[in-house]
């Protein structure tokens, strides 16, 4: 079992080389990812999505906050208040349609890259 | 730790940011609290929910910075640019320069030496065929014959070395230039060096 998780500890230093192939910031991908594919379903307000993430991937809420802003730098999602019942309006943020390129793209990377991690565990991988 | 404790300790991380910027995040994060609250989960739990104020502040930062680098040529960004670009500039001054400079006396004087060798050759050697023909009229070389075969040999040397070092010269001449050409391109930022990394 060991040797399994340092094979893909080793695979995943070795995806972070290849740039060309895989996003080089694996597991800041693997994050974009994950709230790209919350955001394509429904538009979410920051708890909403930020709970969800974080409830599934073990990754600390503090660091999916800073990564919505960044992606909204970069057009990948937009925001808009909304009225909600219990309190103040929300700011809810929505995909636009560069960030479903995007997510079309890393979702295609991460593909690739399970199904190759997956060959290795299964010994499908032809020698 | 509770809400206002750790907006107070985020805010103060956050002062190098606009003011516009600022807020949005305080807003973001205050309405974290009211929302989970609302859910019934303590201020406590969010705030460790959320980590450190101050990892938070500097994810926030991060996402900033790497924003500004690559979207906005603003002033201040374009000025940081242009500063590293000098720095670059001045660390090739001070280790290339005396090289440059070496090579380029060293390849003067081939053709200062070459150069002179075929003049003065070749006018010695028109010197003595011109004596051989008006014996004692200019003036008067022991064995002329000799002395034209002599000087005609020197003469040819120092074109060939003239030539050489000219040949030469064009070579490092395009190498510096292609040197030259690269470092703009870096400064400039056509040529990306880890563009990936932030």
């Known amino acids: ?127 | 730790m509770t809400r206002a404790e750790y907006m107070i300790r985020l805010a103060d991380k956050l002062h190098n940011l606009p003011e516009i910027r600022r807020r949005e995040i305080v807003e973001e994060i205050l309405a974290h609290f009211n929302d989970g609250g609302s859910e019934g989960i303590s201020d406590e739990a969010l705030a460790e929910g959320l980590g450190p104020p101050e990892i938070l502040a500097k994810e926030y930062r991060a996402a900033y910075a790497s924003e500004q680098a690559s979207v906005k040529p603003s002033i201040g960004n374009v000025m940081r640019v242009v500063w590293a670009g000098i720095g670059m500039g001045m660390l090739n001054l001070i280790f290339v320069l005396p090289i440059v400079a070496a090579l380029f006396a060293v390849w003067l004087s081939l053709v200062i030496t070459g150069g002179a060798m075929a003049l003065v050759g070749a006018l010695t050697a028109i010197l003595s065929i011109v004596s051989i023909i008006f014996p004692m009229a200019l003036i008067s070389i022991v064995y002329p014959i000799a002395s034209v075969f002599v000087c005609l040999m020197v003469a040819s040397l120092g074109g060939l070395l003239l030539i050489g070092s000219l040949r030469l010269g064009g070579a490092w001449g395009k190498f510096i230039a292609r040197y030259v050409c690269t470092n703009i391109e870096i400064i400039s930022g056509k040529r990306k060096q880890n563009a990936e990394e932030h």
């Not at chain 1, 991908?29 to 709230?35: P, S």
């Open chain 1, 1 to 127: 079992m060991r040797y399994k998780v340092l094979d893909i500890v080793w695979l995943l230093a070795i995806a972070s080389e290849r740039s060309d192939r895989v996003n080089p910031q694996f597991k800041k991908g693997v994050l974009e990812l994950c709230v790209l594919a919350l955001l394509a379903r429904k538009d979410c307000y920051g708890f909403e999505l930020v709970s969800s993430v974080s409830r599934s991937v073990v990754m600390s809420e503090g660091t999916v906050y800073p990564l919505m802003k960044r992606l909204r730098d970069e057009g990948l999602l937009n925001t808009y208040l909304k009225e909600s019942n219990e309190g103040p309006p929300r700011k809810y943020y929505k995909i636009t349609d560069g960030g479903r390129d995007k997510f079309a793209r890393l979702l295609a990377e991460w593909r690739a890259f399970t199904q190759g991690v997956d060959d290795i565990i299964e010994g499908r991988q032809s020698a």
